[in-house]
């Protein structure tokens, strides 16, 4: 049975720091991604990596801010979240593919996580 689970999500204040981890089992993958969905609106990608993570990308309102990494060995994947801002509250999704097609579209991913939480105060 594959799953990802995510883990790391919770209250901050604006310009703390987060790290989301989202642990694969059941198989591996090829690119991951995180996206995000704010209350009322869609569901929007905030940043990708390739099988050898030697491959990244970001949205634009996130980047020097966030950086993504993967660990193969332990079939996880990780999003550091640095300067958090408000408008980063959301409920955060890991995504992964088992071939890779784009990168940042929803369709472009076979299995969701649950969601975790990430909430920053102003």
């Known amino acids: 049975q594959v799953q990802l689970v995510e883990s790391g999500g919770g209250l901050v204040q604006a310009g703390g720091s987060l790290r989301l981890s989202c642990a694969a089992s059941g198989r591996t993958f090829s690119s991951m991604g995180w996206f995000r969905q704010a209350p009322g609106k869609e569901r929007e990608f905030v940043s990708y990596i390739s099988r050898s993570g030697g491959i990244t990308g970001y949205t634009d309102s996130v980047k020097g801010r966030f950086t993504i990494s993967r660990d193969n060995a332990k079939n996880t994947v990780y999003l550091q979240m640095n300067s958090l801002k408000p408008e980063d509250t959301a409920l955060y999704y890991c995504?992964?593919?088992?071939?890779?097609?784009?990168?940042?579209?929803?369709?472009?991913?076979?299995?969701w996580g649950q969601g975790t939480q990430v909430t920053v105060s102003s």
């Open positions: 995504a992964a593919a088992i071939v890779r097609r784009g990168l940042t579209g929803t369709n472009d991913y076979d299995y």
